[in-house]
């Protein structure tokens, strides 16, 4: 609610946050060991890539800005704005709030986006950063952006505690976890494996099945309903 009156998060933000912690409730509000292991397995890719970005839109920014910023540092990786539902001004306060969490330096603002193809809302609209990532982490991202990114090439890791939406489909990694719990635990994982070699980390980002991931945090939601 507070992200909405600061002009962080648009009206249909508080219905996917909502969607959110119903699912959260139904995990028993915890982070699980599968969870666990796919935030290891996502921090191992993230650092194994040559150019990772963290994607932040207004819900993103609203609950966890200031570990959003801790991560990108422990990861190397850039940090960008990117919205559904665009505007200019939108766009500048989640900077903004980037910047006063830490931010050096945020992407996606202003400048002339590139656009991916097959995407016809306003998210077909990416900076130069993620254009030329070869990882990017997308929490609270919708269902269309994640597969155009996919088939653009990239490894792509979501955040979604919905383990059937389109998004934890179609994503390379999916994390089942609430951001708020699921960034800190990221960034203690880039902590401990940022000494590993690059094959190690290979290794241990492709070991992981995602598959099995979203089949196990399924039947979790479903035994909880029994
Ligand atoms: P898709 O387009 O991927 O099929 P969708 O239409 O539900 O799914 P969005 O409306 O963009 O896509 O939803 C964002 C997703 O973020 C939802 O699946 C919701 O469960 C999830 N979500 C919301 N709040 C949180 C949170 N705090 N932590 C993790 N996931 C969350």
Request: proline residues 3%; positive net charge; contains cysteine.
């Amino acid at each position: 609610m507070k992200g909405l009156e600061k002009g962080l998060v648009a009206q249909a933000g508080l219905i996917a946050h909502g969607r959110g912690e119903a699912f959260d409730y139904l995990l028993g509000e915890k982070t699980t060991p599968w969870a666990k292991k796919a935030e290891e397995a996502a921090v191992a890719l993230l650092l194994s890539a040559k150019n990772p970005v963290i994607s932040v839109n207004g819900n993103a920014a609203a609950l966890c800005a200031r570990d959003a910023v801790k991560l990108a540092n422990a990861l190397n990786a850039k940090i960008e704005v990117n919205l559904f539902y665009r505007s200019l001004d939108r766009e500048m306060k989640i900077a903004k709030e980037l910047e006063k969490a830490g931010a050096k330096k945020v992407y996606g603002t202003g400048g002339k986006p590139k656009r991916i193809k097959n995407l016809s809302s306003a998210r077909r609209m990416i900076d130069n950063a993620l254009w030329e990532s070869d990882a990017v982490l997308i929490p609270l991202e919708d269902g269309d952006r994640t597969e155009a990114l996919v088939a653009a090439g990239k490894k792509v890791i979501a955040i979604d505690l919905n383990p059937l939406s389109r998004t934890a489909r179609k994503a390379t990694i999916t994390i089942v976890d609430n951001i708020t719990r699921a960034i800190p635990e990221m960034i203690k994982h880039a902590k401990k494996l940022n000494s590993l070699d690059r094959q190690k980390l290979i290794d241990l980002a492709y070991s992981f099945n995602n598959q099995e991931n979203l089949s196990t945090m399924e039947s979790l939601i479903r035994k909880s309903l029994k």
